[in-house]
């Protein structure tokens, strides 16, 4: 079974900058992209970010366009999200999240997700 494990959050002031990282058990795990989500309380989960893991092709939110940027490394296995400029209304869990489908704004379509890591912004 496929685990993929997130690291990097935590605490900080609003306009810092956190740096995500999300690794997948196995090298060779097929995937079409791999995805950032993110849950506030009471909210739903909500896209943020996706990489088209064979070519590279990134996809944001509007709310975090110009401020986050995806990123993979294949030699690790691994996918980032820099957080920059942050605001306190980034602040949720962030997940983690792989899929063979093409939705790759859906929560729904992903079919392996992480554990979750918490950012939180203050201000």
């Known amino acids: 079974q496929v685990q993929l494990v997130e690291s990097g959050g935590g605490l900080v002031q609003a306009g810092g900058s956190l740096r995500l990282s999300c690794t997948a058990s196995?090298?060779?795990?097929?995937?079409?992209?791999m995805g950032w989500f993110r849950q506030a309380p009471g909210k739903e989960r909500e896209f943020v970010a996706a990489?088209?893991?064979?070519?590279?092709?990134?996809y944001y939110a509007d709310s975090v366009k110009g401020r986050f940027t995806i990123s993979r490394d294949y030699a690790k296995n691994t996918v980032n999200l820099q957080m920059n400029s942050l605001k306190p209304e980034d602040t949720a869990v962030y997940y983690c999240?792989?899929?063979?489908?093409?939705?790759?704004?859906?929560?729904?379509?992903?079919?392996?997700w992480g554990q979750g890591t918490q950012v939180t912004v203050s201000s």
């Open positions: 999240a792989a899929t063979l489908n093409m939705d790759y704004g859906e929560p729904h379509r992903y079919e392996l």
């Open positions: 196995e090298r060779t795990f097929s995937r079409n992209f």
């Open positions: 990489i088209r893991w064979a070519f590279g092709f990134t």
